[in-house]
């Protein structure tokens, strides 16, 4: 197969070389859900009103919800072996293709620039037990905001990253093999220590809980753990690819995506809790209840577990996705190696330490802002493909410029259209939230319909696609 559209990363996997078994596909949800995002997830939701076992009901159903999407856009990488950026061309055309694959790559750069944050402090606090200096020290840089060792060891943990990118999407299966049953072990592990110190499940979840059993913020909670993997739900075929049968993605994907998602957060909400009952603070952060164990060896054994999981869960999430999307820029030009590195630049250019300040901005502006960017591309894909298309696709014709996939010179309008219009809907909402415009100047249900982003959004574009195609078939 030769073209300006190809090249050995785009091109279709050979049946020969789709290996990934259930295990595997399971394996790699494990490893990527397995984070301290998922681990401090339930955090904003208590703080909101909710009670713990809220919190983790719309975190479970959340999960449950993104499967559906998750599964029905697997099936095409599974069944023609092509990944995200060569899907995108069935519905938004051979250049169009372009404008989704880097919405979505954007998105995981910024992901990628929170995952490495994350691990650096994993890193920097490790070094802080290991040899005895107090983390907490250090004068800010200017403009960065942050001190030069934690700089430094932000940096050490993207090099960390950046091997596995020059390694390839073989040395990621084998991460993620490998680190699963030690993470979710780990996990088990911090609840056990957590439960003994507390005096048994009761009194932690007590502590942890605000007293308060509101609904109000339920569905804004659903659309925010919809949205944490609204991004892997576009993507997934970069991995489903690989996989042996369809029944091998469904069955990987749904007996761990939900599963793990809501283990982890527990182990957050139990752990946390134990820290009330035995510091008398609510400690969220992982990295800093380790800290506090008091055993050297057993604080930096479990610290670097933690980088691990933020290693896994950022290689496989964040930097597979956008490698590839900016390798369908050019694809004679970037490799997926070169892809990944563009990747792994604009994540430190984007300061990520300042993006995760505010735990209300992170989840509630962050999550909920990108699901209703990411929602209508989900909905078109998956009613061009499973409804306009009835999952028939012209293998060779999207890898050709002048081929069934061109449209409007390269741009599939009605995908494009449909996107813009699913998207307008929930702006004043995104607006107001991040207070570039007063809440009191959006009505009521325009506010209420960005607490939806993701559902609303995909549910317009996948209609309004459906009716463009039917009036203007070729465009």
């Known amino acids: 197969m030769n073209g300006p559209l190809v090249n050995e990363d785009l091109a279709p996997v050979s049946p020969e070389k789709r290996t990934w078994s259930a295990w595997d596909i399971g394996a790699l949800w494990i490893g ?229 998602m809501t283990f982890y957060s527990f182990v957050g909400v139990v752990v946390t809790g134990a820290t009330v009952v035995i510091f008398g603070e609510a400690i969220w952060d992982p990295v800093a209840v380790v800290g506090k164990i008091g055993s050297k060896w057993l604080s930096a054994l479990a610290l670097v577990i933690f980088a691990v999981a933020t290693l896994s869960t950022n290689i496989a999430a964040n930097i597979v996705s956008p490698a590839n999307d900016f390798s369908n820029l050019s694809p004679r030009r970037v490799s997926f190696r070169a892809g990944g590195m563009i990747a792994a630049v604009i994540g430190i250019v984007i300061m990520p330490w300042k993006l995760v300040a505010l735990p209300d901005g992170y989840i509630f502006t962050w999550l909920i802002g990108y699901g209703a960017l990411l929602g209508p591309i989900a909905g078109v894909m998956i009613a061009d493909y499973h409804v306009h298309r009835r999952r028939k696709l012209d293998l060779e014709g999207l890898y050709q410029t002048d081929g069934p996939y061109r449209f409007t010179n390269g741009f599939g309008i009605a995908a494009l259209l449909a996107v813009l219009l699913a998207v307008l809907p929930n702006l004043p909402g995104f607006l107001a939230q991040t207070k570039v415009i007063a809440s009191t100047s959006v009505p009521d249900i325009l506010l209420a319909s960005y607490r ?20 203007s078939p070729s465009n």
Request: proline share 4%; net charge positive.
């Open 32 to 260: 990527m859900a397995v984070c301290i995002p998922t681990y401090t997830m339930a955090s904003s939701l208590i703080g909101g009103g909710m009670s713990w076992w809220q919190a983790m009901l719309a975190i479970f159903l959340g999960n449950l919800i993104v499967l559906i999407p998750m599964t029905l856009n697997a099936h095409p990488g599974t069944a023609y072996g092509i990944p995200f950026p060569v899907l995108l061309r069935a519905s938004f055309g051979t250049r169009g293709a372009n404008v989704a694959a880097l919405l979505r790559g954007i998105v995981a750069c910024g992901w990628f620039g929170i995952q490495t944050w994350f691990g650096g402090a994993a890193l920097h606090s490790t070094a802080a037990i290991l040899f005895g200096f107090d983390a907490s020290v250090g004068s800010p840089l200017p403009v960065l905001g942050i001190s030069a060792v934690q700089l430094g060891f932000f940096l050490l943990f993207w090099l960390m990253n950046v091997w596995f990118i020059w390694k390839g999407i073989e040395s990621i299966k084998w991460l993620e093999k490998l680190s699963a049953p030690f993470l979710l072990g780990t996990g088990l592990l911090m609840m056990i220590w957590g439960i003994s110190k507390a005096g048994g499940i009761g009194p932690a979840l007590a502590a942890v809980s605000t007293g308060n059993s509101s609904w109000a913020g339920f569905g804004a909670a659903l659309t925010a753990m919809v949205g944490f993997w609204a991004t892997l739900s576009l993507n997934i075929p970069d991995f489903s690819r690989f996989a042996k049968s369809q029944r091998a993605q469904i069955i990987g994907q749904t007996a761990a995506l939900p599963a793990t």
């Open 452 to 471: 939806q982003a993701w559902f609303v959004g995909f549910a317009l574009a996948f209609l309004l696609y459906l009716l463009f195609r039917r009036i």
